[in-house]
């Protein structure tokens, strides 16, 4: 069983950069077909796949929020982290990390981004932008 817990601070000034880690156990972040995505939910909405890095190192965004994001991992760690840059009060969110396997043939955002296909999800972290 894959478990996944969201690390990071929970204040965020405006205009800074919101950085995350996602630290993994219970499987390997290289595993074959497997994608570690970031998904967040504002206040009052749901759940937004912000973006993935898969098994290869392969990395897929939200065309709306590619300029701001990158997601990164350091494999001798197992770990995950997102960096999502000039954030507004608009970025404040519970934030996710998650992982599933996906098909072999998936490439491209749209095959990364249905939250269904993400079974193994860390509690939530929650980020604040506010001055």
């Known amino acids: 069983q894959v478990q996944l817990q969201e690390s990071g601070p929970g204040l965020v000034k405006p205009s800074q950069t919101l950085s995350l880690t996602c630290t993994v156990s219970?499987?390997?972040?290289?595993?074959?077909?497997?994608?570690w995505a970031w998904i967040r939910q504002p206040p009052g909405k749901g759940k937004e796949w912000m973006g993935v890095?898969?098994?290869?190192?392969?990395?897929y965004y939200m065309p709306s929020l590619q300029s701001r994001t990158s997601i990164s991992r350091d494999t001798s760690k197992n770990q995950f982290s997102l960096h999502l840059h000039s954030v507004t009060p608009r970025d404040t969110a519970v934030y996710y990390c998650a992982s599933g396997r996906l098909p072999p043939y998936c490439s491209g955002y749209g095959c990364y981004a249905s939250l269904d296909d993400y079974d193994s999800w860390g509690q939530g972290t929650q980020v604040t932008v506010s001055s």
């Open positions: 890095i898969a098994y290869d190192g392969s990395t």
């Open positions: 219970g499987g390997s972040i290289t595993a074959t077909y497997y994608a």
